[in-house]
C-alpha cells in the first residue's frame, strides 16, 4: 500500500503549517503496511520581497493597514488552531523572510531524503522560534539540526545549484493556476487550505481504497 501526497507551500503561511499538522495527524490513523511518500513543492507568498526580508511590523502594517489589525489577525490565528500543538510566537518575529533560499534549501534537503524533516524544522523555527529563514547563515544550521551535513550545505548555498529548478518549479504552479496555499494532492485528491483532519482522514482513506483495488487487479483509466 503506497500513498503519494504532493504539498504546495510556503514557509511564511501560517495555515500552511497548520495543514502539515492536521496531515499528520490523518497518517497516524493509517494502517502500519501503509506507505506514504510525501513531495513538497515550492511557493512564495512574497516573490517580490527583497531578499533580506523586511522588518516584520513595517511589512505587517503597510499590508493591513495597522499594527493593531496585524496583532488581531495574528490573535485570531492562534484561537483558531489552538489544538493543533503550535506555539506561535508571533513577538519573537522581527523579521518577515524572503522564502526563495528555503525553498532552495528545500531542493537540496529532498535529494539527501530529508524534505520533510526540513519543512517541519523550517515551519517550527519560523512560527515557533521567531528565526529569520531567509537568512542563509540560518538556513545552514537549521539544516544541520536535521542530519545534513553543514559544510556541504554551505557549498550549496555558495553555489548555482537548485536555483533553475525552483524558479521554473514556482513558475509551473502559477501557469497551473495555484494562487493560494497550502495545497495537498492526496492520491488525486485535492484539498485546498487546512481543513479539519477528519477531511485528510477522508482523502487518504479514498487513496488506500484506491491502492488496494489497484493490487487486485481493478484499477482502470477513467
Known amino acids: ?112 531524503g530529508l524534505a520533510t524533516p526540513v519543512a517541519k524544522a523550517l515551519f517550527s523555527a519560523y512560527f515557533e522560534q521567531g528565526r529569520d529563514i531567509g537568512d542563509v547563515a540560518v538556513l545552514c544550521v537549521i539544516a544541520g539540526e536535521q542530519g545534513l551535513d553543514r559544510q556541504a550545505v554551505e557549498a550549496f548555498f555558495a553555489s548555482d545549484q537548485g536555483l533553475a529548478d525552483v524558479r521554473n518549479a514556482e513558475d509551473a504552479h502559477r501557469h497551473q493556476g495555484v494562487r493560494s496555499v497550502p495545497l495537498f494532492d492526496i492520491a488525486g485528491t485535492i484539498i485546498s487550505g487546512a481543513q479539519a483532519v477528519e477531511i485528510f482522514e477522508k482523502a487518504l482513506k479514498q487513496a488506500t481504497e484506491l491502492d488496494q483495488s489497484c493490487v487486485e487487479g481493478s484499477c482502470s483509466v477513467g
Open 1 to 112: 500500500m503506497s500513498i503519494t501526497i504532493i504539498i504546495t507551500s510556503d514557509f511564511i503561511c501560517p495555515w500552511c503549517f497548520v495543514g502539515e499538522r492536521r496531515l499528520e495527524k490523518a497518517l497516524k490513523t493509517l494502517p502500519e503496511k501503509a506507505a506514504v511518500e510525501i513531495e513538497w513543492r515550492p511557493f512564495e507568498l512574497n516573490p517580490a520581497m527583497p531578499p533580506e526580508g523586511m522588518d516584520r511590523k513595517i511589512y505587517r502594517t503597510l499590508k493591513f493597514g495597522s499594527w493593531e489589525r496585524s496583532r488581531a489577525l495574528d490573535t485570531q490565528t492562534v484561537a483558531a488552531t489552538e489544538h493543533d500543538d503550535i506555539a506561535f510566537d508571533y513577538d519573537a518575529m522581527a523579521r518577515t523572510p524572503n522564502t526563495f533560499q528555503a525553498h532552495r534549501l528545500m531542493w537540496f534537503a529532498d535529494r539527501q
